[in-house]
């Protein structure tokens, strides 16, 4: 870790003399700076080729990358670059930048910058051979996961009993339907959909949109729209109520709009964030079950905050042990965590479908035990 942070030193010192070079150069002055060969796997032998890592990159945009992980610029600057906070340390003024035309990023805050391949392996905090895995697997699933949602959002008003569970969820603001693109998977269309939009059936079937025997594999699910994944609740109680893609559930939901806040809640199920968003708490994220994976606990812990747990009040006392497990693992990491109350019985959303407001939450945060 010391040469690392020497080395990151010595960077950010250049970068700020060094600004132009960004938009000048072919490469940024900083990019693979204390990696003499930023491609070799194996130095001397070569186990992937620059023609193929030229085109990975050139078939996923660093921009798009970005945006799809949740990063927003906060302004524009000359020549179409952008700036804005960096998803790689705790930022709390914009010092992240991005030139979309060379696909290139630097942070004058953490002073790390390069390619979308050296993002990926600082964002993911994975080594090289496995963030163009990351990538390979990313590029091959993101256009159809991003077809699917917008079909499935197409189809939400359309359908008047999935409309119908929302309110019966206290889902009712078409501000936060669109925040959090909720859509409808009626079943039996998607398949039809993607395949006259020219993606072939094994695509569908890899990505786990349609089943093995060709049929949609999200049937009467209202849809949430993931980092590489797509969950799916259904509305009718014959079937299982959770569903992801095979594959990762991702990272925290939203975070990268989250992070920022110094003190933030923790909520197990989408439909609680939901409620907890649309009540006016936008510091809520959600983890998609109350076991975090280690992706997860570790964007948690990118910066000092207080954390607030909410999870279940379930009868069996699951939520609660949850709670306590992971207050414990937080205070390890230097963190404040609070276990957040809810009456027995209750998630944050039944809480407020059962005419809980805001300023009975707030006061529920404010009496969180540690
Ligand atoms: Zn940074």
Known sequence: MGTTATAQRVVLGEGRSSRRALSAGTHHPCLGSGRSLPYSVDRGKKSVSRQALDELKQQIPLLDYLQAHDWQPARQLSRGRLMGLCPLHSDHKPSFLVDPSKSLFYCYGCGRGGDLIRFAELYHQVKFPQALALLHQWRGLAPLLHEAAGFYRMQLPRHGEAVAYLHQRGVRSPE????????????????????????????????????????????????????????????????PAHRFLPGAKGGLYSWQQVRRYPEVILVEGLFDYAVLW???????????????????????CDGTRTVYLTFDADTNGSGQQAAQGLAHRLREQGLNARRVSLPDGHDPNSFFVQEGDTRQFQSLLETARP
């Not at 649309?278 to 948690?300: D, E, I, K, P, W």
């Open 176 to 239: 936060l339907i669109e925040h959090m693109r909720i859509g409808y998977a009626p079943g039996g269309c998607l398949r039809g959909w993607l395949t006259r939009l020219g993606y072939p059936l094994q695509a569908l079937r890899q990505a786990g949109l349609v089943t093995a025997v060709g049929y949609d594999a999200y049937t009467h699910r209202i849809v949430f729209p993931l980092e590489g994944n797509l969950y799916g609740r259904s509305i009718s109680a014959s079937a």
């Open 278 to 300: 649309q009540a006016g708490f936008y510091n809520v994220t959600c983890s998609m079950g109350n076991h975090l994976n280690a992706y997860q606990f570790r964007q948690l």
